[in-house]
T-cell receptor, first 114, second 114 residues
Framework: GNSVTQMEGPVTLSEEAFLTINCTYT??????LFWYVQYPGEGLQLLLK?????DKGSNKGFEATYRKETTSFHLEKGSVQVSDSAVYFC?????????????FGTGTRLTIIP | DTAVSQTPKYLVTQMGNDKSIKCEQN?????MYWYKQDSKKFLKIMFS???????INETVPNRFSPKSPDKAHLNLHINSLELGDSAVYFC?????????????FGPGTRLLVL
């Protein structure tokens, strides 16, 4: 079946540091890939997505590139801010028997220290 | 102007009780979902409805019964609550069922079963 593996957290960085959160996936077909972010006490919101190989999703300074050859979708940001502190979820959407659904990774908690 | 809303936000109840959680979306979307997030932040889909029709049922105990009176609402009724049902339940919606469709999440309902 489908699965998403994220790097274990928590991750703690200083402000302006470079961020990478690794994500790899297993899927039977050609999935779409997503990063969702969950701020404390809130629901998830889409951060970025990519729907085919070599696509790059980007938003708010975050980027991720859909790498089919390595089945990866790593999240990067060049200079993090305190406001980026949240839980980040990698996810894939795949069509199984006609029913699309999101499969999530376990989430990575990120804390940015001023 | 909340896009996806859930009520109640918090729910504390005794084992064995029956409770309902309501979800409404004002985005005009066709598809709605219920997810369960456990204490370790792991998110798993429970149900999905498209135009009031059940399309995904992820081996959830039959104590959980979703109901969609119209495509803007998806409620979740839980019978005979158990300690293991304690979690955060998120409702979400998407425009359609396409692979790359973004899902929009509600703020969550925090259920605690004592």
């Amino acid at each position: 079946g489908n699965s998403v593996t994220q790097m274990e957290g928590p991750v703690t960085l200083s402000e302006e540091a470079f961020l990478t959160i690794n994500c790899t996936y297993t899927a039977t077909g050609y999935p779409s890939l997503f990063w969702y972010v969950q701020y404390p006490g809130e629901g998830l919101q889409l951060l970025l997505k990519a729907t085919k190989a070599d696509d790059k999703g980007s938003n708010k300074g975050f980027e991720a590139t859909y790498r089919k050859e390595t089945t990866s979708f790593h999240l990067e940001k060049g200079s993090v801010q305190v406001s980026d502190s949240a839980v980040y979820f990698c996810a894939l959407s795949d069509r199984a028997f006609g029913n699309e659904k999101l499969t999530f990774g376990t989430g990575t908690r990120l804390t940015i220290i001023p | 102007d909340t896009a996806v809303s859930q009520t109640p936000k918090y729910l504390v109840t005794q084992m064995g009780n029956d409770k309902s959680i309501k979800c409404e979306q004002n985005l005009g979307h066709d598809t709605m979902y219920w997810y369960k997030q456990d204490s370790k932040k792991f998110l798993k889909i429970m149900f999905s409805y498209n135009n009031k029709e059940l399309i995904i049922n992820e081996t959830v105990p039959n104590r959980f019964s979703p109901k969609s009176p119209d495509k803007a609402h998806l409620n979740l009724h839980i019978n005979s609550l158990e300690l293991g049902d304690s979690a955060v339940y998120f409702c979400a919606s998407s425009q359609a069922r396409g692979l790359g469709e973004t899902q929009y999440f509600g703020p969550g309902t925090r259920l605690l079963v004592l």
